[in-house]
């Protein structure tokens, strides 16, 4: 850019006028990306995304750098070459430039030429890997791909699906090389009443810096594919004879994964050198995937599709008998064998049963015990590893041998999960517990059957410093949270319906909050509530698509996430942790470790109903079946000595409430809530509240709140709703300082 500023000020008679063209060319590169044509080449002084590991380094990042800032370098001095050549400013240049002929040579001719022939031949180079062995689309034939695949394919959506039963993976990772070897063995049985003939299957296809080949796809009965589609991996199957009620049908397939160059823009992280994590969309599947449509509303009016499909109501009939993680599948036995480098350890659901090695490679073979989801991942790294005990269950942490200043949280977060989710909700159902790290490309914990992959981002470098105002201790919770998800929800699935995250996300969140409140303290509870309420507010101030109330939750993470977890959390501090956690437990117990049909918010709120009071049932409507947001402002906190060293404190404040409907009008209604008043001592860093001296529930009818306490002591600071219990709409002003 700097060169290419040099060219237009020798060429053009201005200076302003120079300012004004490169001012155009640098808001054409960003124009170009935002119009969808985000060729490397055409994005002129950019540089490749570049992320660090320590786990795997820059990883595939690397790859681009060479050819793409060698282009950069040599496109600079072929600019910097002809700059000399035609370096005059003024309303001469043509006359100029035609004298300037005499200056081809020396420094100017070999600058000029050999940054042409550089730039010519790194842009060569480019263009293979980004264009010849991966394939460049733009925006718009990203688009037109979706709505192909959803107008070829959807028709098939309703087709009967068997179930799976049964997985058994063989995979042969090569990291260090670049390749793979995944082949899985399924086996489906029909449990409708009608036979099956059609079968849809979804195996891997090409990403991004990532070739994918199908060498095979049996059936153990004759079949023929019917139609095909590479794009999307998706292959149409007839059975010469068909899947009777009650038949079973096995069905393999060996898919190989190679590396190849760089794409145009972010790589595959999947498959690297130190930390390949193979997730759930890298084996096949059995059914339509809905995710792959076109998701946005102004996209899909564009196309002339329907608006995006939300969620299924709670009471289908179909619906009700799938999975909200996979609709294929019910509970499945699963085991694999795993190789990889003799350096690294190869991980996947189960039990190590054996681990052996051969031809110079790593084997290691996993079984699970029990039916699971259909719902896993293999991974491999060059780990070490930190264990511990809870009870008679193994924890392990697989992960960098450098990182382990977060190592101790997490086990400590796994010990409290365990014992507090045990005690309230049920028994663990694993022997294990296990967290491996991957590299922070990717910044996300998921959660599998007694397996936990952690991104190094999140987890295994994060600082923590509980004395800042601002930090959560995410290592500490995210780690509950996904331990939480082994109760919620894999000792009870959801139905593929609205709500469904409620059932899994919600739940999880709620209880990680628990335990990060009973590790921390109340005071660095409430910064970690004020911070879901403000995520939970930006995100409906942003939705397009209409809220939903929290039973019906269907596409927006904001509810289930952020709201969920205060709902919980607030229904907790109303009727009590015994009350609530009972329900949730009965809720458990009453479908836990079934197949279908599966749970709906129905059931879980059939639970906590009858938990709650009469007088509080109120406050459930509120938080979890309508869009309730309320206004509590904290406005004068008068302190009166009283005689003996006493003091009488006086709150005053204002409330409101209002109920919105999905597109965000908020109408005003009654108030009859029981709403937190407080005195609090000076906060230790890191909090926002000190120590309570004095809190009690105060019944607001009124615009007005107004609560007198008698205290031994002076408070620093005051407020109404001083813990964010309420969906405040302006949580900043529940509180303030005592004058």
Do not use: C
Request: glycine share 6%; hydrophobic share 40%; aromatic share 10%.
């Amino acid at each position: 850019m700097t060169a290419l500023a040099f060219l237009v000020q020798s060429l053009v008679p201005r200076k302003a006028l120079g300012h004004v063209i490169m001012i155009l060319i640098w808001a054409g590169n960003i124009v170009t990306i935002n119009l969808g044509y985000n060729y490397r080449l055409l994005q002129l002084g950019t540089s490749p995304a570049m992320t660090w590991s320590d786990l795997n380094g820059v990883g595939p990042y690397l790859r681009a750098y060479p050819a793409v800032q060698g282009f950069n370098l040599a496109l600079a001095v072929l600019l910097l070459g002809l700059t000399m050549l035609v370096w005059q400013r003024g309303a001469e240049v043509m006359r100029f430039v035609r004298r300037s002929r005499g200056r081809w040579q020396g420094t100017t001719r070999w600058l000029s030429a050999s940054g042409a022939a550089g730039a010519t031949a790194a842009a060569g180079v480019v263009y293979y890997h980004a264009s010849i062995e991966n394939v460049n689309t733009t925006r718009t034939e990203g688009e037109r791909q979706q709505l192909a695949y959803e107008r070829t394919w959807r028709r098939y959506e309703t087709l009967p699906v068997p179930r799976v039963v049964g997985i058994a993976l063989d995979v042969d990772l090569e990291p260090t090389a670049g390749k793979a070897r995944v082949g899985s063995r399924f086996t489906l049985v029909n449990r409708l009443s009608t036979p099956i003939d059609t079968i849809l299957v979804n195996v891997a296809s090409d990403a991004p810096g990532l070739a994918v080949s199908l060498d095979s796809l049996t059936f153990d009965r004759p079949f023929t594919i019917l139609k095909a589609d590479t794009t999307w991996g998706v292959r149409l199957v007839r059975l010469a004879t068909p899947l009777v009620a009650g038949d079973s049908l096995r069905v393999r397939s060996v898919q190989r994964f190679r590396v190849r160059g760089y794409p145009s823009g972010e790589p595959d992280v999947s498959l690297v050198h130190n930390g390949t994590f193979f997730n759930r969309d890298k084996f096949p599947t059995f059914f339509y995937a809905q995710n792959s449509e076109l998701q946005s509303d102004e996209l899909r009016r564009k196309y002339g599709l329907p608006l995006q499909r939300r969620g299924k109501p709670r009471t289908d009939s179909v619906a009700l008998y799938r999975q909200s993680f996979l609709s294929d599948a019910d509970l499945a036995t699963f085991e694999a064998v795993v190789s990889t480098d003799p350096d690294q350890i190869a991980m996947a659901p189960g039990y190590l049963l054996r681990e052996w090695t051969r031809d110079g490679r790593r084997y290691f073979q996993y079984r699970m015990d029990a039916p699971i989801d259909n719902f896993f991942s293999v991974l491999s790294a060059r780990w070490t590893v930190t264990k511990d005990q809870w009870q008679n269950v193994a924890i392990e942490v697989y992960h960098h041998p450098g990182h382990r200043f977060n190592i101790e949280r997490m086990i400590e977060a796994s010990k409290a999960s365990l014992a507090f989710y045990s005690q309230e909700f049920g028994p663990y159902q694993h022997r294990q517990l296990r967290i491996l790290e991957f590299p922070r490309y990717a910044g996300f914990a998921q959660s599998f059957p007694n397996t936990v992959p952690y991104s190094e981002a999140i987890g295994f470098v994060a600082r923590v410093d509980t004395t800042d105002v601002e930090d959560t201790d995410l290592p500490y919770f995210v780690t509950a949270h996904e331990i939480a998800h082994q109760w919620f929800p894999y000792q009870r699935m959801a139905a593929d319906v609205e709500g469904s995250q409620m059932l899994s996300e919600s739940l999880s969140e709620y209880a990680a909050l628990v335990i990060t409140d009973r590790a921390h303290g109340r005071a660095f509870t409430q910064k970690f509530l004020r911070s879901e309420l403000e995520t939970y507010l930006r995100g409906r101030a942003s939705e397009s698509k209409g809220e939903r109330p929290l039973t019906r939750v269907d596409l927006q993470s904001y509810i289930w996430y952020q709201k969920g977890s205060l709902a919980l959390y607030a229904l907790r501090d109303l009727i009590g942790e015994r009350a609530l956690h009972g329900a949730i437990r009965a809720y458990l117990d009453e479908g836990r470790f079934k197949g279908p049909p599966y749970a709906t918010t129905f059931d879980l709120m059939r639970h906590l109903r009858a938990a709650t009071p009469d007088s509080l049932q109120s406050a459930v409507d509120d938080y979890f079946d309508t869009i309730t947001l309320w206004d509590v402002k904290t406005d004068s906190v008068v302190t009166t000595p009283l005689p003996g060293g006493q003091f009488k404190v006086t709150v005053i404040g204002t409330a409101a409430k209002f109920r919105a409907d999905s597109l965000g009008t908020e109408t005003p209604v009654q108030l009859n809530d029981y709403i937190d008043v407080g005195l609090f001592d000076a906060p230790r860093p890191g909090a926002r509240l000190g120590e309570a001296i004095a809190i009690r529930k105060v019944k607001v009818t009124s615009g007005s709140v107004r609560a007198e306490f008698t205290v031994p002591r002076k408070p620093v600071r005051a407020g109404i709703d001083p813990y964010n219990l309420l969906i405040d709409r302006v949580p900043g002003d529940n509180s303030r300082d005592a004058k």
